[in-house]
């Protein structure tokens, strides 16, 4: 069975969709999925869904960059995190190829979401792109400061850097998670990395409705296909799909702070 870990359920939710979606899934092995927030909205959406379908679809709540500089609600936020329907905080982090301009204020608000981590004790859920510096010293100041269990920190989404980086977050106990960009045909550079991640800190997830992996670009991404995912990284890593399934299934399981399957 799988555990997507990365859906943004919005465009879902909003057309009506969700059912047919979450049936495909379910055909496809994807039993369990983390809902992404990340801006007022899609929290509320992440933790309605997750009561909705309690042990199939998990909550994540955060503020993420785009909102950065402008007017935030914290104590809901607070009080969104610290529901037991909320599993991660996220997704979070620092995007400078978008707006480097704004770097000062993504920095304060990815702090906020962490701080707001700390104290719930939950995993952070990290967006990062053109921004590996300081995204790397905020996660050192953040793991330093951790009281909880410490494979229990976070996961670097969608990861799509080099091999270093991935290195430093490893050693600084994050988790890494591959979406649907690892199929493509020019990633060679990226499947070199994800060779190398230690079984015990890969994820997989499909960040839906985004980055449909091969053989489905061009469509709308959804959560059965991070089976193709799956897939493609038990290829290139040299194992079956099942144990790749079992082991990033296990890895979130144990991330999120849920039980294990039956
Ligand atoms: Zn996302």
New binding site residues.
Partial sequence: MFFDT?V?FDDFAADGSLAALLDRAEVSKVWKLLA?GGSPEANELSVRLALEFPGRIFGSVGYDRGLAGEPLDFAALREQAARPETVAIG?TGLDYFYEPEKAKEQKALFFQCLEIAAEVQKPVII?TRDADDDTLGMLADFSKGWKGDPSRLGVL??FTRDQPFARELLDLGFHISFSGIVTFANADPLRAVAKFIPEDRLLIET?SPYLAPVPHRGKRCEPAFVADTAKRLAELRGGTVESLAMATTNNALNLFGLEEAP
Wanted: with cysteine; charged share 25%; hydrophobic share 10%.
């Fill in positions: 990365h943004h992404v997704e967006h989404h969608c960040d």
